[in-house]
């Protein structure tokens, strides 16, 4: 079919010929049969499809629209590089502040396992929890005080001197102690002291240690 000059392109029932279609498209086909071709795509997806693939398939129309898509696909990209600005540090600075976390965590292990202070065994603080205060006085025979009179509780290193009252504090083991009191010039003498009494008066008579 080279030319339409007729009323109806083509019969109801069947489909247009592809140079319908092309007429159609280039604007050669004649008004009343454009309009019978408009009103068969408007039911016939097929054809309806087929005049979309023509239309596409035309090479000026398909390099314009791989042109637009192109324009498009560069403006977006374009758009995105600038929004999204990445921050890379130079490799020296993450190198510096990798050392100084390191340091970091290395100083802190260290103060948590290795530098802990000597923690007191459980007789020791036994031991200092179980104390009591007790208070004396050293004099010689004639009442006389002794200043720097040593006082020690026996079978431990516990030890106080006199001071120049003749007068001693001492924190001893919260039980029956013995305390060794010496003084240059003076026997030395043992005094049992228990919790019921927390002063004494201790006299040292003179003679040899």
């Known amino acids: 079919m080279s030319r339409i000059n007729h009323q109806n392109a083509w019969e109801t029932e069947e489909h247009p010929s592809l140079e319908v279609l092309r007429q159609y498209q280039s604007g050669e086909l004649p008004a009343p049969q454009s309009h019978q071709l408009e009103r068969h795509l408007a039911s016939c997806e097929m054809c309806s499809d087929l005049l979309g693939g023509m239309a596409l398939s035309q090479p000026a129309r398909v390099q314009r629209a791989v042109r637009e898509t192109r324009g498009r696909l560069k403006n977006l990209l374009a758009q995105k590089k600038r929004k999204r600005k990445v921050f890379q540090w130079p490799v020296w600075q993450t190198a510096a502040v990798l050392l100084v976390l390191l340091f970091a965590i290395a ?6 396992y290795f530098n802990k202070p000597a923690s007191h065994t459980t007789e020791e603080t036994t031991y200092h929890q179980a ?3 007790f208070v004396g006085h050293v004099a010689n025979a004639t009442g006389k005080s002794l200043p720097e009179a040593t006082v020690k509780v026996k079978g431990t290193d ?13 924190n001893i083991p919260a039980k029956d102690s013995v305390l060794i009191v010496s003084h240059f010039g003076y026997k030395e003498k043992e005094v049992i002291v228990s919790t019921s009494n927390n002063h004494v008066r201790i006299v040292l008579t003179e003679g040899p240690e």
């Open 158 to 170: 516990l030890q106080t001197k006199t001071d120049q009252r003749g007068e001693f504090m001492l």
């Open 131 to 133: 104390t009591w205060r």
């Open 107 to 112: 100083e802190v292990v260290y103060h948590h």
